[in-house]
């Protein structure tokens, strides 16, 4: 909470006119296929707990032949190719409610190890888990 109350201020003072938002989109959807496969690298590929290391696993898909795919094919394609081959989790896989099953792998996933450790500070909030079990989330200061 600390943490938090230290970073208002600064994202309260910072403002953004409508150009520089125009421009940060740009920039940001000009870098995606590199933004995807930074994160695939880091938050997937280098994590051996993550649940979608499990299903490109299955699909036999290794980080360069990720990198292979983007370059040639562009992001679309791609992740239409891995969602055809069951790279994807669905709402009720991804909150824990239901058991991951492709193929002959199955596992349950745990929304909370989803969690980013290395986030921006904010804010925690929790579904009141009226069809099943209460869920965690957070909303990071970066994301908003």
Known sequence: MYHLAR??????RDRVTVEEAQDEIKRNL???????????????????????????????????????????????????????EGVYLTPDEFKGKKEVVRGRV?????????????????????SSGSRGRPLRSFLSLDSI
């Open 30 to 84: 000009d870098r995606r296929e590199e933004s995807l496969l930074k994160l695939a690298r880091t938050r997937i590929y280098e994590d051996p707990a993550s649940p979608y290391l499990k299903l490109l696993k299955v699909a036999g898909c290794e980080f360069s032949d990720l990198a292979s795919e983007v370059h040639r094919y562009g992001l679309e394609r791609t992740l239409e190719r891995l969602a055809r």
């Open 106 to 126: 199955s596992f349950w996933v745990f929304p909370e190890e989803l969690v980013r450790a290395d986030s921006s500070p904010g804010i925690v909030e929790h």
């Open 7 to 12: 970073a208002l201020p600064d994202f309260f």
